[in-house]
């Protein structure tokens, strides 16, 4: 069963648009929510997280977006730029099993110059 | 300092070989972890050491045996591996295990099995 699942796949934007990226999950226990940047030949690095007391959380030109009701999140990009192209990748996690990461499938996102 | 550095950076190894990943940062994080991503597929996490104690084991095969010689090491010695375990080896480290400290990726070790 997947415990997170994001959409979409894939997303192609013009640069300045602002791609948003979906992730949903079933268990009510989830209480932090990351998002990860992962350019090719590199490993994953940390956006912007969000715990479940907040509802937008902004840093910088990444918006996280959280509907607890719904067991929504989603990610926004501002002002969008081809060196944003990149895989995100959305991840769960419970503060009772520590800082094990459940990772969604990935969106591979191209900014268009 | 917030870099993990990953060695290899490539390996090709036969069925019957035995070789090591190796891991190493020196952010004085107490968490260390290993993950096995699949080409266009999300990290795994595969193996946790919290305080240089194998604290997760995702019920990988034994023919990926963790080590961790201190606190800023850890090895993954590989065994027997199948084509199938060809996949990038993921590193990461953490401040501590609970959720939420930021997990730092190092860059990998794509690992090919013939």
């Known amino acids: 069963q997947q415990q997170v699942k994001q959409s979409p796949q894939s997303l192609i934007v013009q640069k300045g648009g602002i791609p948003i990226i979906n992730c949903a999950y079933e268990n009510t226990a989830f209480d932090y929510f990351p998002w990860y940047q992962q350019f090719p030949g590199k490993g994953p690095a940390l956006l912007i997280a969000?715990?479940?007391?907040?509802s937008e959380k902004k840093e910088g030109r990444f918006t996280i977006s959280f509907n607890k009701s719904a067991k929504q999140f989603s990610l926004h990009i501002m002002d969008s730029q081809p060196g944003d192209s990149a895989t995100y990748f959305c991840?769960?996690?419970?503060?009772?099993?520590?800082?094990?990461?459940?990772f969604g499938a990935g969106t591979i996102l191209r900014v268009k110059s | 300092d917030t870099e993990v550095t990953q060695t290899p950076k490539h390996l090709v190894m036969g069925m019957t070989n035995k070789k090591s990943l190796k891991c190493e940062q020196h952010?004085?994080?107490?968490?260390m972890y290993w993950y096995k991503q699949k080409a266009k597929k999300p990290p795994e996490l595969m193996f946790v050491y919290s305080y240089e104690k194998l604290s997760i084991n995702e019920s990988v095969p034994s023919r990926f045996s963790p080590e961790c010689p201190n606190s800023s090491l850890l090895n993954l010695h590989l065994h027997a591996l199948q084509p199938e375990d060809s996949a990038l080896y993921l590193c990461?480290?953490?401040?501590?295990?609970?959720?939420?400290?930021?997990?730092?990726f190092g860059p990998g070790t794509r690992l090919t099995v013939t």
């Open positions: 952010m004085g994080h107490r968490a």
């Open positions: 969000i715990r479940p007391d907040v």
């Open positions: 990461a480290s953490s401040q501590g295990f609970l959720a939420g400290y930021e997990q730092y």
């Open positions: 991840a769960v996690s419970r503060m009772e099993y520590g800082n094990k990461l459940v």
